[in-house]
């Protein structure tokens, strides 16, 4: 009987041990993932900014800040070029409107969903959480 009870408490043990592990993530994606869910249009403000991200499926992007300040009055910068990504970073090359040469940037990808997107970059003063527009 003994024996019994040790194969019972072993096996309850062993069960309970492997539902403790850890499950997938859902806001977790796979890098091909993140390639296909990055395509479109996003929004998001950054310390009364406004910026606006579009990503196209042939690696082409736009970046377009909205700088509006306290007497009302707004500044408009738009930056056009390329996008790679490796895993969960995003990697951009954008040739800035007025600039003559093309400006790199690294970001990582925090999150990305089909709704919301955070990204963690230098250009942001840390992570900035964005909505997809279309």
């Known amino acids: 009987m003994n024996r019994f009870y040790s194969f019972i408490i072993i096996f309850f043990g062993v069960l309970a041990l492997a539902s403790c592990g850890s499950d997938d993530n ?3 994606v796979k890098g091909s993932d993140v390639g296909s869910l990055i395509v479109g249009e996003w929004s998001a403000v950054d310390d009364g900014d406004d910026v606006y991200l579009t990503f196209s499926a042939d690696g082409s992007c736009e970046s377009v800040w909205i700088h509006n300040y306290d007497d009302s009055s707004s500044n408009v910068e738009y930056g056009t070029g ?3 990504i490796t895993g969960k970073v995003l990697k951009t ?3 800035w409107e007025g ?3 093309y400006e790199d940037e690294v970001i990582n990808i925090v999150l990305i969903t089909e709704t919301t997107m955070i ?3 230098d ?3 840390g992570s900035l959480r964005f909505s997809k527009v279309k």
């Open 99 to 101: 600039d003559n040469e």
């Open 82 to 84: 390329t996008y790679r």
């Open 119 to 121: 990204l963690d970059g």
């Open 26 to 28: 859902e806001d977790e």
């Open 93 to 95: 090359h954008l040739l």
């Open 123 to 125: 250009e942001f003063g």
